[in-house]
Structure formats: structure tokens, C-alpha cells
């Protein structure tokens, strides 16, 4: 077995550049939100301000950094409880050598279809005795057209896992 490539992240401390490269190499999602990144698994070291880190991640050349944009400033967010559930904005990276396959990707879509259909599942739950009749009207709405994109990614999946395995056993039988 060999071992994994030593990311390179300009000035930060290489102790922190290696456990950026194992959480990057671990985490089934490929692309790790930044914030995600800095206030979760790095916490205990000695770490720059955020927008110092930011700017070095950037210019790292072991690094793929996709700015997803932020949510319009008219949503009602709360970052810090939003956080604590998992929800990350900003930027993502990810290791330019970890490149996801078909079977990765899907594996993350229907993963990110369940935890959503769960999410407003549960949000339906515990807020319906207090929606108005058409908060509740548009909640369940919103319920169907995620059931119906779960379904949806979930019959896509199908396929690609199929096609996946087969190569899989291909190229097992090559060796």
C-alpha cells in the first residue's frame, strides 16, 4: 500500500496541512465545506484567522476550492444553529488527486436526498401545530416535490450503481 501524498498548504503548520489532507482523504463527501474544515476538524490547533486559512487553502496546489456561493442575505439563517446541524455555506475543497467516480457521486446525491427528506420531515413534525393553514399548505407541498426528487434520484441511482459494480468485477477478473 502507499502512502498518501503529503498536501502542501503554503504557510500553514505542516501538522495542520497533514490533517487537512486526512480529513479530505477520509470524509465520504470529496468536497469539505471550508468553515467546516477550520472550526470543527481542526479544532485544538494553533490555526490563523479564518480568512488567512481561506487565502491558503486558495493558493494551495494540492487543493480544488469551489466557491458555491452565499445564500441571498433575504433568507432567514441562523448560522451558528445551522452549523450545529451540519449546514456549512461558503466555499468547499477538496484533494485535486481524489477525484469522484459516477458510483461516489450518486452514493452522495441519494445521501444528501435522504438527509433532506429527513430534515423536512422532521421540520413538518415539530412545526405543524404552529403553521397557518398555509405555511402547512406549502410545507406539504414542499414535501411532495422532495419525495418526488428522492424517487427520482433514487431510480437514477440504480443504474450507475449497476454499471459500477459490473466494471468493479471486470477488472477484479483482469487481475
Do not use: N
Not at 42 to 69: H, N, R, T
Not at 123 to 129: T, V
Request: proline fraction near 6%; aromatic fraction near 6%; include cysteine.
Amino acid at each position: 500500500m502507499t502512502k498518501p501524498k503529503r498536501v502542501r498548504i503554503g504557510r500553514l503548520d505542516p501538522e495542520i496541512s497533514q490533517r487537512i489532507g486526512e480529513v479530505l482523504r477520509a470524509d465520504p463527501d470529496f468536497m469539505v465545506p471550508v468553515k467546516k474544515l477550520y472550526k470543527h476538524f481542526l479544532q485544538g490547533l494553533a490555526l490563523p484567522p479564518y480568512e488567512e486559512f481561506l487565502a491558503e487553502i486558495k493558493a494551495s496546489p494540492d487543493l480544488v476550492v469551489m466557491d458555491l456561493g452565499d445564500r441571498d442575505e433575504d433568507e432567514d439563517w441562523d448560522e451558528a444553529e445551522m452549523e450545529a446541524l451540519g449546514y456549512y455555506q461558503g466555499p468547499r475543497v477538496r484533494l485535486k488527486d481524489r477525484i469522484p467516480t459516477p458510483a461516489d457521486m450518486a452514493e452522495i446525491l441519494k445521501r444528501h436526498t435522504d438527509k433532506m427528506m429527513e430534515s423536512l420531515s422532521q421540520a413538518y413534525c415539530l412545526g405543524s401545530e404552529h403553521f397557518t393553514d398555509e405555511e402547512e399548505d406549502a410545507m406539504l407541498a414542499l414535501l411532495e416535490r422532495a419525495g418526488k426528487m428522492k424517487k427520482s434520484v433514487d431510480q437514477m441511482i440504480k443504474p450507475t450503481a449497476v454499471k459500477e459494480k459490473k466494471k468493479r468485477g471486470a477488472s477484479k477478473k483482469k487481475r
